[in-house]
């Protein structure tokens, strides 16, 4: 079967950075997504990987390791607003995503 | 702004009767999808269309229909509401399926009371 796993909560404090994993099990990579989603929102984009290696994006960066079927997401200077539940999604051969159930984020001051 | 419009943002419905949600897109994105996504859950893909064709996916119960009548709207029909279905109902639409890197952009959501 296809999988996504993500540690189901994590805490951090303001202005400090944060790593959250990500691993996959799917078949087939055509892509792994990050997105963000508040409590009771829509989720929304953050970041998009297709080939090793580190993206950068202000205060967000996200990495992937196709090899070991791994990708984390970096948040620096964490704001209060950060406090979110933070997806992560694959892509599969048959270009369907396949969803993490998310990572709660808390920013404690 | 374009964007994905759901309506209504709150709907309760009594166990058994018959409730329509709606979304709208002023995207012109191609890809239209419904998805159905319980408190601290991965969102569960229910159907998608590609342009007018229809995808339902092999789990999706046959209670959940759907329907796209133009490129902009799209309506998820729930016959018979169970407690079961109490959830958030998103809407997403994205580009094209057959590439990869296109983002899915979500609507704010349903949220389904059953009672």
């Known amino acids: 079967g296809q999988n996504i796993d993500q540690p189901t909560e994590m805490t951090a404090t303001e202005g400090a950075i944060v790593q959250i994993n990500c691993t996959y099990q799917?078949?087939?990579?055509?892509?792994l997504f990050w997105y963000q989603q508040h409590a009771g929102e829509a989720p929304t984009f953050l970041s998009y990987?297709?080939l090793d290696g580190l993206e950068e994006k202000g205060r967000f960066s996200s990495f992937l390791s196709r090899s070991k079927g791994y990708s984390y997401l970096l948040l620096k200077e964490l704001q209060m607003k950060d406090s979110a539940s933070y997806l992560c999604?694959?892509?599969?051969?048959?270009?369907?995503?396949?969803w993490g159930a998310g990572t709660k984020l808390i920013i404690k001051p | 702004d374009a964007m994905v419009i759901q309506n209504p943002r709150y709907q309760v419905t009594q166990f058994g009767k018959p409730v329509t949600l709606s979304c709208s897109q002023t995207l012109n994105h191609n890809v239209m999808y419904w998805y159905q996504q319980k408190s601290s859950q991965a969102p569960k893909l229910l159907f998608h269309y590609y342009d007018k064709d229809f995808n339902n996916e092999a789990d999706t119960p046959d209670n959940f229909q759907s329907r796209r009548p133009n490129t902009s709207f799209c309506f998820l029909d729930i016959r018979s509401p169970g407690l079961g279905d109490a959830a958030m109902y998103l809407c997403?639409?994205?580009?094209?399926?057959?590439?990869?890197?296109?983002?899915?952009?979500f609507g704010p959501g349903t949220r389904l009371t059953v009672t």
């Open positions: 990987n297709v």
């Open positions: 999604a694959v892509r599969d051969s048959n270009y369907q995503l396949i």
């Open positions: 799917t078949s087939g990579f055509n892509g």
């Open positions: 997403a639409t994205s580009r094209d399926s057959g590439d990869s890197s296109y983002e899915q952009y």
